[in-house]
Every structure is written in structure tokens, then in C-alpha cells.
């Protein structure tokens, strides 16, 4: 099958959950995929079809170790960012380092790879940026306000960077995600103080997230949206995945402020 963009494709975070999904999906389709994460052996695996995987060392919020990585990328098509981490914790208690470590994952770690891989997709005709966001970058989630907020900046960046990069033949879509089974689950961090007013709502409230985390849709699922993005040449500029929520996103749209704050209040 033709391939709308280069072959050559980046995904971080790509050791597991979303990202080693959809590295594994574009390989197993013909892609050559470098596998970006902070803990991996150097190596190369081959797949039916043409595809491979080509794994390599990076850390998105070292600027020197992703230079490095890029000493070993000739050229990309597609950039995929997965990398993330999530903390949970009250907007008044979450301290203001746990907040900082949650942006310089989530969001300046999406800077500093742009900063590289832009001016190799500009080389291109056509070139495509997927940028793993969330439901949680539409609507704010109570005890989640910094991870919301990080992915609230993501989508502002991949908006703003669609219109300026779109001259130069860069194509940019935010995938939104809603509750996916990974191991991003367990990694979340409880940032909360246990002298905290919030303590015991809190911990309910990450609880029924992680419930319905562990309940929710597959990373595969969010890997085959990611890959159909890439058989488009003019990809959506946002994408729910799974039919529910493609209608949260738009009720979101349409309901009252205040309506939504009563509905997530209730729900968590």
C-alpha cells in the first residue's frame, strides 16, 4: 500500500503502553520505525511486510540525550509523541516541583523533540506530527488539574504549530485519547499531602480513575487511529478515540460551563 508520507517514523515513550502499540502497528505496516524511550538496548527487529524497529536511547526532557539519539536518524516522515507521565493531587496542595515535572514531560518534552525532528520533516513534500493529548486536554479533571493542564497546552501548541508549519508541507494532529489500559495506571504518582484537606476525596477520586483506566480501551485501539491519521493527506487536526469519546468531545463543545463543572463534580 502506498505510504502518503516517508516510511521513516519516530514514536517516543515507545517502551510501552500507546507508544510501543503504535510502534508496533507501524512496523508491522511497512514503516521503519525508531523506538524512542529512556531505558533500551540498541537493536533492530525486522517484520513481514518491509517494516522494522529500530530501538534507541532518549530522554525527552534531556535536550543532550536527545541530540545524541538523532545522531542516529537520517531522515523521518512521521513523528509520533507518546511520552508521558501523570502526577494526581489537589490544584492548592500538588507542590510546585510535582507540577513542573509533570509540564517538563508532558509538554516541554514534546518541545525538545519538535526542535529536532521539525527540520527533518521540513525536508519532505509531506510530513505528519501525532501528538498523543487526552479527554483531559477538553475538559479539566478534578485532582488532575496539572495533568489536564499539561495536555490543555498541547493542544494550543499543535494548533498554533499546524498553521505555522503548514507552508512547509507539516501536517499535525492531536489524537485525545480517554481512559486506555497501560501501564501509565501504576506509574501515576500520589502527590497529594496526607495532612491535606483534600486527602480523603483525593484518594476516592484517583481510585475511580484508575478503575476506569484499567476497564478502558486498548493502546492498540489508539495505534490504529494514530495509523489511519497517516493514510490521510490531510489528517483531522483532532481525533477522539472510540465512538463514546468522539460524543464526550462533542457535548463538551455545546453543554454550559457550569453544566460540565456539575458533571464532573459528580463524577468524581
Not at 33 to 59: E, K, L, P, Q
Not at 202 to 209: D, E, F
Amino acid at each position: 500500500m502506498k505510504k502518503i508520507y516517508s516510511p521513516e517514523v519516530l514514536v517516543t515513550g515507545a517502551s510501552n503502553g500507546i507508544g510501543k502499540a503504535a510502534a508496533l502497528f507501524f512496523a508491522e505496516k511497512g514503516y521503519h520505525v525508531y523506538a524512542m524511550s529512556r531505558h533500551c538496548s540498541d537493536g533492530v527487529r525486522t517484520f513481514d511486510g518491509g517494516g522494522s524497529i529500530t530501538d534507541i536511547a532518549g530522554d525527552v526532557t534531556d535536550p543532550e540525550s536527545l541530540k545524541k539519539a538523532f545522531e542516529k536518524i537520517d531522515s523521518l516522515g512521521i513523528v509520533i509523541h507518546c511520552a508521558g507521565m501523570g502526577i494526581s493531587g489537589s490544584a492548592e496542595c500538588t507542590s510546585v516541583e510535582a507540577a513542573k515535572r509533570q509540564m517538563e514531560t508532558n509538554y516541554f518534552g514534546v518541545l525538545n523533540v519538535n526542535a529536532l525532528a521539525l527540520p527533518l520533516l521540513r525536508k519532505n513534500k509531506r510530513s505528519l506530527v501525532i501528538i498523543t493529548t487526552s479527554f483531559a486536554g477538553l475538559v479539566p479533571i478534578p485532582f488532575q488539574s496539572h495533568y489536564s493542564s499539561s495536555k490543555y497546552a498541547l493542544e494550543a501548541y499543535g494548533e498554533a504549530l499546524r498553521m505555522e508549519a503548514k507552508p512547509y508541507g507539516v501536517k499535525v494532529c492531536l489524537v485525545e485519547p480517554g481512559d486506555t489500559r497501560t501501564g501509565f495506571t501504576a506509574a501515576r504518582t500520589h502527590d497529594e499531602p496526607k495532612d491535606s484537606p483534600y486527602y480523603d476525596k483525593c484518594t476516592a477520586a484517583v481510585a475511580k480513575m484508575e478503575h476506569d483506566e484499567m476497564h478502558g480501551k486498548s493502546p492498540e485501539s489508539v495505534a490504529r487511529v494514530m495509523y489511519a491519521q497517516a493514510r490521510r493527506k490531510n489528517p483531522k487536526v483532532r481525533v477522539a478515540v472510540g465512538f463514546v469519546y468522539k460524543f464526550l468531545a462533542f457535548l463538551v463543545r455545546l453543554l454550559p460551563a457550569k453544566l460540565k463543572q456539575l458533571i464532573l463534580s459528580a463524577m468524581y
